[in-house]
């Protein structure tokens, strides 16, 4: 049996589309760039067969002679299946398209577009160059000839075992390489280079003595020097060598060049050299200290200067913001690549985005271009005849065109070259999508490293911290840090600190961005100038919105927030952004979602003379928005379970933008207080479900803060009753108290029974946390009563709950599962799920406890179902830690402790300090069972810190579980 070897070409990733290599080192990439490596000899010999007859089927017999050129084995029909079909998937070689690798009847057949493989491109390349040599185009020639001799890296497939019947086929090409070197040479003799050409054919002759051609050659360029007599002693050497080595006489050809050299023959005389053809250089000087922009440097550079010859122009459009950098990425650039463009390279400044200039038309380019190649532009004046003069003009050069600052696609269209060989480079602020052929390049801002790279060379890297300060006011956008290091390089004294500090202030900013002519501002104010002067009156309501869409401090604006932003309806609102995207003063980061970066939004906000009745617009949709989501989150009926999850993914979406909406509304004059208060009070049930504890906390302090100042007693008394249950629910229970019982009074002074009855659940939540178990039946009684007073069922269900859970851990197991059957009655007719989770969890543990570990275990079940399926992490945690001691009291110590873990996981991801502890105490105690006193005391430990801190009773337990106590189920 053969073994098929193993390849390793994909890197870990789909080989999509594979260029191939043979003229030198067998080669494949990918067509980004990356090699594939094939590991196996033998995949590297069927694989160099097949390449060396691309596109023709190659017999079975001929790649067995080749896989194993003296004794085949008795499986290599079979081996060679395996090597075929191995290579195939290695390389994505599918039976369709190009490139594919096809089994055909008695062999197989490798299919490969000329682009792909170098051979390919080469013998296409030389006979395109014979062609335009005969046409009368010695210049052409020659550019095609050593395009493809620059293909060849070494000898054919040299790295490859390659023995026997392959020789020839390794020796035809080597041929085929001599020969294209000879053409070259013809084609130049035949610009007039024969003194260029005499050291180089020296060589060559010197290499290969016995090849008449190159003597043929070597004599006629040293005739054309005047060195008649070395050309005839060149004619004699031949002779020589041939009569000794072979016995022949040379060809009648070389012969009769020798004839003509001695009697001097007008046929001979050297072409009048052409007239030198301008070579343009007309790029602007490279950016000093160019800095970052790696990636994009290595994606333009494998667009103009690609490995295979391209079939049509490469076209890299650079768009993106004002002042990100685009003029300087597209001039360095094309200095890196500018010596693959030996015929030169063209630049124009199209004025597509200047203040006080207008955009330059396209024949006025096309004029200067046609002039600096040495060509008269058509008398018609016409556009059309000057773009074909130069496509006619470019169509044998090598060229590269770098068009700067362009407005829209029709001004750059008819500025393009047809020739391959040409390359160009657009920078616009627009995407050019129309542009035909384009391939697009967005730039975004500088990483934070390279901003403070950037700045540090005009800082002499001093004051690293300033630096960064700096270069985060700057937004890390080039021109803005540009600007920034002129001001530091001109006052090398001031400390950085000093320029951060004055950066600092949102209201000057953008005037501290100024030097000279260069400014952030006016920058920007050409983008929504165009706007605003547009002929379109679409264009002009964009120019409108823009300042509006800027007033709130959140990441991004929602559609549905810009809609009431700008007090239209969301399609008006939508086409208005798309117009500010497409003039790059907006970024769209996903669907119906929009961004201003940090500079943009002050421009925008200083053109706004009053933004509170703009932002107090943005409020009240966000407090009605998210009023409405929460109300969601525990839905009446299950056919609203899918509102509640897309109310959660909108709060999810947009949790950064509604704290920053709270501390807006608290901080900016003109906006009426009730606004941040009625936002943060919306959020109460979204932070709960989701445990943002902190951030429930600083919300409410600051609404706290708002409703105090302003005298709001409502809304000081929800805030203080909000903020109590966060500190609850963080643990932090003196604060809590001291909150909730200041709510309290403010709900009993302006008797407010529902803000009373919830006030005291909370109470005595924590009454009972803290073991003050009469404390907490006096709160949930009271409660109970108020709610049954107000036809509150929700709430009497919720009071009942938790009556049953202070009975329950007074070990009255009875009256807790009373309790609880009355409030899964409640519940269930009205289909609140979220809280039937909570009692189903609270009434398994009343079950455990009596040992009823079947029901209990359905419980538990039930209840995580639940609450998994609406999300609530808080709720998973405390029905996974109930879970886990139903599967220990069953003996199931292993799926007890992952149940524990998983609780601890989502405790300590939540900040919930409570069950956190109790999940420490309870991995413990499955520890102990399985026979780990040493880990359970470990864990012990660790709980009765947490509740030691939180001074709750459970300390007591875990005190008796260390002295020695056998871990029982906590009361």
């Known amino acids: 049996m053969v073994a098929a070897g193993r390849l390793c070409g994909t890197l870990g990733r789909a080989v999509v589309s594979v260029q191939f290599r043979v003229l030198g080192p067998l080669e494949v990439r990918a067509r980004d760039g990356r090699p594939v490596h094939l590991g196996a000899t033998k995949h590297r010999i069927l694989l160099s067969v097949l390449l060396l007859s691309a596109n023709r089927p190659v017999g079975v017999d001929r790649l067995v002679e080749a896989l194993w050129s003296s004794r085949p084995p008795r499986s290599a029909a079979s081996a060679l299946r395996t090597y075929a079909s191995a290579l195939r998937g290695a390389l994505q070689l599918g039976p369709e398209g190009t490139p594919a690798l096809v089994g055909l009847h008695g062999g197989y057949q490798i299919r490969v577009d000329p682009a792909d493989l170098d051979l ?8 395109e160059g014979h062609r335009i040599l005969a046409d009368g185009d010695p210049q052409a020639a020659v550019d095609r000839f050593q395009r493809a001799l620059g293909l060849w890296r070494g000898a054919p497939l040299e790295d490859v075992p390659l023995d026997g019947p392959l020789e020839p086929e390794v020796a035809r090409l080597a041929e085929l390489r001599l020969a294209a070197l000879e053409a070259s040479i013809e084609a130049r003799l035949a610009l007039g280079q024969h003194a260029e050409l005499v050291a180089e054919l020296g060589g060559l002759v010197a290499a290969h003595p016995l090849r008449e051609r190159l003597r043929a050659l070597l004599m006629l360029a040293l005739y054309r020097c005047g060195r008649q007599a070395d050309a005839l002693a060149a004619f004699r050497q031949l002779r020589a060598d041939l009569v000794e080595e072979l016995g022949i006489e040379p060809s009648p050809q070389v012969s009769q060049l020798h004839t003509q050299i001695l009697s001097p023959s007008p046929e001979l005389d050297a072409p009048p050299r052409p007239a030198a053809v301008p070579v343009p250089r007309q790029l602007p000087a490279d950016v000093s200290g160019f800095t970052g922009r790696r990636a994009e440097l290595a994606r333009l550079g494998g667009l103009l200067h690609p490995a295979e010859a391209p079939r049509t122009v490469p076209v890299g459009a650079l768009d993106g913001i004002a002042g990100i950098g685009k003029s300087a990425l597209a001039i360095h650039a094309a200095h890196l690549v500018a010596d693959r463009f030996p015929d030169g390279q063209l630049y124009a400044d199209l004025r597509g985005s200047s203040a006080d200039r207008a955009p330059v038309p396209p024949l006025v380019i096309l004029e200067r271009f046609l002039r600096a190649l040495g060509v008269a532009g058509p008398e018609s004046g016409s556009v059309e005849e000057a773009a074909a003069s130069f496509r006619g003009a470019t169509a044998t050069r090598r060229l590269l065109v770098v068009l700067d600052n362009a407005r829209d696609a029709a001004q750059v269209e008819p500025l393009l070259p047809a020739a391959p060989g040409c390359a160009v480079l657009v920078t616009s602020r627009q995407v050019l999508a129309t542009l035909n052929g384009a391939t697009h390049l967005h730039l975004s801002v500088l990483s934070p490293a390279e901003a403070v790279s950037l700045l540090g060379r005009a800082t002499d890297g001093r ?3 300033a630096r960064h300060e700096v270069a985060r006011l700057c937004g890390y956008l080039p021109l803005a840090l540009r600007i920034a290091g002129a001001r530091l390089a001109a006052r090398p004294t001031w400390p950085v600190r000093t320029l951060a500090d004055k950066l600092s202030g949102a209201q000057r900013r953008l005037d501290e961005l100024q030097l000279g002519d260069l400014g952030v501002r006016a920058s920007f104010q050409i983008s929504l100038q165009a706007l605003a002067t547009g002929d379109d009156p679409r264009d002009r309501l964009a120019a409108d919105a823009f300042p509006l869409v800027a007033v709130p401090d959140g990441t991004d604006v929602s559609l549905g927030l810009a809609a009431s932003l700008l007090d239209q309806p969301e399609t008006v609102a939508e086409d208005a952004l798309e117009r500010l995207v ?65 109310a959660l993914d909108w709060l999810e979406t947009e949790r950064v933008n509604l704290l920053a909406a709270v501390d807006q509304a608290a901080d900016t004059p003109g906006v009426p207080a009730e606004l941040a208060t009625s936002l943060a009070h919306a959020l109460f049930g979204f932070f709960d479900h989701r445990g943002y504890r902190q951030e429930w906390v600083t919300v409410n302090r600051k609404a706290l803060a708002v409703a105090r100042r302003t005298g709001d007693l409502p809304a000081e008394a929800y805030a203080c009753r909000d903020l109590g249950v966060a500190y609850e629910r963080q643990g932090r229970y003196d604060e809590a108290l001291a909150s909730l019982d200041a709510g309290l009074a403010i709900f009993r002074r302006l008797g407010d029974l529902s803000g009373q009855a919830r006030s005291l659940t909370s109470i005595g939540v924590i009454h009972h946390r803290q073991g003050r178990y009469p404390k907490a039946l006096r709160c949930h009684r009271d409660a109970l009563a108020s709610h049954r007073r107000l036809g509150d069922r929700n709430g009497e269900a919720r009071s009942l709950n938790n009556l049953g859970v202070t009975y329950q851990r007074q070990a009255q197991y009875a009256r807790a599962q009373a309790c609880y059957q009355d409030s899964l009655e409640i519940l269930q007719e009205l289909d609140d799920r979220r809280i039937q989770a909570a009692v189903l969890t609270n009434l398994g543990v009343v079950h455990e406890r009596q040992g009823q570990y079947d029901a209990a275990l359905a419980c538990q079940e039930e209840s995580l179902s639940i609450f998994r399926s609406r999300g609530d992490l808080d709720g998973q945690a405390t029905s996974l830690n109930n879970l886990g001691r139903v599967y220990r009291a069953l003996g199931r110590h292993r799926d007890a402790l992952a149940r524990h873990q998983e609780a601890l996981a989502l405790c300590v991801h939540l900040g919930e300090r409570l069950t956190q502890g109790e999940c420490l105490r309870e991995i413990g105690s499955s520890r102990f069972a399985m026979g780990e006193p040493q880990r359970a005391e470990a864990y012990w430990r660790q709980a009765l810190a947490i509740f030691e801190e939180l001074d709750v009773p459970d300390a007591a337990e875990v005190k008796a579980l260390l002295s020695g106590g056998a871990p029982a189920a906590p009361a």
């Open 120 to 127: 390919l491109s080469f013998e296409q390349l030389v006979t």
């Open 463 to 465: 004051e690293s911290a």
């Open 582 to 646: 497409d003039a790059q003063l907006l970024d769209s980061p996903a669907p119906r979602r929009y961004r201003l970066h940090d500079l943009l939004r002050l421009y925008g906000r200083e053109r706004l003379a009053d933004p509170a009745p703009v932002l107090a617009r943005g409020l009240r949709w966000y407090a009605d928005t998210a009023r409405a989501a929460a109300a969601t989150l525990r839905p009446t009926d299950r056919e609203a379970a899918a509102d509640a999850s897309a």
